[in-house]
C-alpha cells in the first residue's frame, strides 16, 4: 500500500499534542483506501479516522483490525492494533480503559523485547497521562519512548515526535513556552 505523496501530519499541537493535520488529504486517503481490507488498510483508516474525528468510526475499524490481526496469528500485528485502539480510546476521552490498554502493551511489548512497539504504545501512554493532566508520568513516558526510538534508530519522524511531546511537557512544568521551540513543523507516519 502506498504511502500519500502528501503529508497527511503537518505538526502537532503544544497545547494537546494532537496531531495538525491536511484534512483535505486525510479525507482523499481515505476514501482512496475504503475498499481495501487488508490489514495495514484497516489500520490507516484507524488513525484517519480518528484524526478526523469520526471517533465511532475509528473505534469500529480498531475493533475489526484488531479481530483480523488476530486470525493472521501475529502477536506483533495484534498488539500494534490494541494500541491504536487504545488512543482512539484516549480521543473519546475514555482514558481510565486507555491507560489499562496501553499498560498492558508497554509490558507485553517489553516482555518480547518488540521495542518499536514498546515505544509506540510509550508515546501514546505519555499522550494519556498528558491528557489527565499527569505531567510528571507523561514525560517519563516519552523520554522512554525516546530512548528506545533512539537505541532502534526508528524514523526521524517518530524520534522527532517525541522530542517535541518531551519539550511541550516541559514547557508545561515551567509554566513557560517560546513559541520558537514550537514553529518547526514535524510529519509522521507513526500511525
Not at 471517533?55 to 475499524?61: C, I, M, N, P, S
Not at 486470525?71 to 473519546?92: M, P, S
Request: proline letters at 3%.
Amino acid at each position: 500500500m502506498a504511502v500519500p505523496d502528501a503529508p497527511i501530519i503537518l505538526g502537532y499541537d503544544p497545547d494537546t499534542l494532537r496531531e495538525h493535520i491536511d484534512v483535505a488529504a486525510a479525507e482523499a486517503r481515505l476514501e482512496q483506501i475504503s475498499h481495501l481490507r487488508s490489514l495495514a488498510a484497516l489500520n490507516e483508516r484507524v488513525a484517519l479516522l480518528r484524526m478526523l474525528g469520526h471517533l465511532d468510526a475509528a473505534f469500529d475499524e480498531a475493533q475489526a483490525a484488531y479481530r483480523q490481526s488476530r486470525f493472521t496469528g501475529a502477536r506483533e500485528d495484534a498488539l500494534a492494533a490494541r494500541i491504536r485502539r487504545a488512543v482512539v480510546q484516549q480521543y473519546q476521552g475514555k482514558t481510565d480503559q486507555a491507560l489499562r490498554e496501553l499498560d498492558g502493551c508497554v509490558d507485553e511489548a517489553r516482555t518480547h523485547e518488540w521495542m518499536s512497539l514498546a515505544a509506540f504504545a510509550l508515546q501514546h501512554r505519555g499522550k494519556t497521562h498528558f491528557d489527565r493532566g499527569e505531567l510528571d508520568a507523561a514525560l517519563a513516558d516519552f523520554e522512554l519512548a525516546l530512548k528506545y526510538r533512539t537505541d532502534i534508530e526508528a524514523p526521524i519522524d517518530q524520534v522527532e515526535s517525541s522530542k517535541f511531546a518531551i519539550r511541550a511537557v516541559r514547557a508545561k512544568l515551567d509554566g513557560s513556552r517560546g513559541e520558537e521551540e514550537f514553529n518547526e513543523p514535524i510529519t509522521s507516519h507513526d500511525l
